[in-house]
């Protein structure tokens, strides 16, 4: 099971809450366009700071197969044949290497950050290769 680590969460709706404080301040301070940038960026920050709450899990793995988040807070279960194929696409850019585990279903595509996953998505594609594809 992999899941969001718990700061991650905790930062973005810290975050959603000093957006929406900065809304208030300009709000007062007659500053429309600080207001306008600061109300869409609390409800942003804020949603994806509440999907982490209320779904940490991103990715489970057991002998039938895998669980994936599937919209906002939704589940889709994959069992292991209907998988093609698991990689891990590694980028640099600006002196930053980022990974992403890309699971291929035929019909779908799910990609999971480190973020996503609290580990190294290079760690849980060789985890996944040696449970079940």
Same mark, same amino acid.
């Given at each position: 099971?992999?899941?969001?680590?718990?700061?991650?969460a905790v930062?973005?709706?810290?975050?959603?809450?000093?957006?929406?404080?900065?809304?208030?301040?300009w709000y007062?301070?007659?500053?429309?366009?600080?207001?306008?940038? +600061?109300?869409?960026?609390? $409800?942003?920050?804020? %949603?994806?700071?509440?999907?982490? !709450?209320? &779904?940490?899990? @991103?990715?489970?793995?057991?002998?039938?197969?895998?669980?994936?988040?599937?919209?906002? +807070?939704?589940?889709?279960? $994959?069992?292991?044949? %209907?998988?093609?194929?698991?990689? !891990?696409? &590694?980028?640099? @850019?600006?002196?930053?290497?980022?990974?992403?585990?890309?699971?291929?279903?035929?019909?779908?595509?799910?990609?999971?950050?480190?973020?996503?996953?609290?580990?190294?998505?290079?760690?849980?594609?060789?985890?996944?290769?040696?449970?079940?594809?």
């Amino acid at each position: 099971m992999w899941k969001v680590r718990r700061e991650l969460a905790v930062f973005k709706i810290l975050g959603a809450v000093a957006c929406a404080g900065l809304a208030l301040f300009w709000y007062f301070q007659d500053d429309v366009r600080g207001v306008i940038l +600061a109300i869409p960026a609390a $409800v942003l920050v804020g %949603a994806m700071g509440l999907r982490d !709450v209320l &779904v940490p899990v @991103r990715l489970a793995a057991d002998e039938s197969g895998i669980t994936v988040v599937h919209g906002f +807070a939704g589940r889709r279960h $994959v069992p292991w044949e %209907a998988i093609e194929d698991i990689k !891990v696409d &590694v980028r640099r @850019r600006y002196g930053l290497r980022s990974e992403m585990l890309e699971i291929d279903t035929g019909d779908y595509l799910h990609i999971f950050s480190a973020h996503e996953l609290g580990t190294s998505p290079t760690e849980v594609a060789a985890a996944l290769r040696r449970r079940g594809v």
